[in-house]
């Protein structure tokens, strides 16, 4: 069973930064995208940066230009450094792999964002 675990998360002050990690149980060659989504108190889940197999990556606009996605292939871990955090930034930041019709999430961490 593939498992994701993510780490990272806290509070932080607006216009601080935080790095998420997220290890992977698996090779992440083995999987089409790794990539991070967020989901704030009574909304949707939203995609916030993926990686491909290919490392093309994609960005929500929202966070272009402040968060990066990056991984670490000899650890099979993807990483998701966020800068210029800003209050809207507040969410549980889900790591997500998907391969073919087959997707699987981690158990989410908290990023808080408040002066």
């Known amino acids: 069973q593939v498992q994701l675990v993510e780490s990272g998360g806290g509070l932080v002050q607006p216009g601080g930064s935080l790095t998420l990690s997220c290890a992977v149980s698996e090779n992440i060659f083995n999987f089409n995208s790794v990539g991070w989504f967020r989901q704030a108190p009574g909304k949707q889940r939203d995609m916030v940066a993926t990686?491909?197999?290919?490392?093309?990556?994609d960005y929500a606009n929202s966070v272009k230009g402040r968060f990066t996605i990056s991984r670490d292939n000899a650890v099979n871990t993807v990483y998701l450094q966020m800068n210029s955090l800003k209050l809207e930034d507040t969410a549980v930041y889900y790591c997500?792999?998907?391969?073919?019709?087959?997707?699987?999430w981690g158990q989410g961490t908290q990023v808080t964002v408040s002066s």
């Open positions: 990686i491909n197999v290919g490392g093309v990556t």
């Open positions: 997500r792999a998907n391969i073919l019709r087959t997707t699987y």
